[in-house]
């Protein structure tokens, strides 16, 4: 199981990238994902999560309006669109899946999401700076 995630790189205030992470060793369409983000001296957070089921993704407040999670399961992909970006955007980002097929996106947000999410892949640096 290896989720990869790509795309980042160094923008401007205001600029927009597309991440990607892609999924291997297992089927993405039976798995919530979830974006998180590190700063440096920062606790990891989660910004983003796409259910399976729903269909209803979920935002963290810093990010909402800005960021646009979505999925290719033919690609077994989720992508994350991250646009008008500001320097506290700043950070690494890497997606990890739910631990089980039921977990949802309840505890994406929360101190010990890394008991409902992992499989963590080596993420991608996205730097904010004019």
């Known amino acids: 199981v290896q989720l990869q995630a790509s795309g980042g790189g160094w923008v401007q205030p205001g600029g927009s990238l597309r991440l990607s992470c892609v999924a291997s060793?297992?089927?993405?369409?039976?798995?919530?994902v979830v974006w998180f983000r590190q700063a440096p001296g920062k606790e990891r957070e989660g910004v983003a999560c796409?259910?399976?089921?729903?269909?209803?993704?979920r935002y963290a407040d810093s990010v909402k309006g800005r960021f646009t999670i979505s999925r290719d399961n033919a690609r077994n992909t989720i992508y994350l669109q991250v646009d008008s970006l500001i320097p506290g955007d700043t950070a690494v980002y890497s997606c990890?899946?739910?631990?089980?097929?039921?977990?949802?996106?309840?505890?994406?947000?929360?101190?010990?999401?890394?008991?409902?999410?992992?499989?963590w892949g080596q993420g991608t640096q996205v730097t904010v700076s004019s």
């Open positions: 796409d259910e399976t089921n729903t269909g209803r993704p």
């Open positions: 990890a899946r739910g631990r089980r097929r039921s977990i949802g996106c309840m505890y994406y947000s929360s101190r010990d999401h890394y008991r409902y999410y992992g499989d």
């Open positions: 060793g297992f089927r993405l369409d039976e798995y919530v």
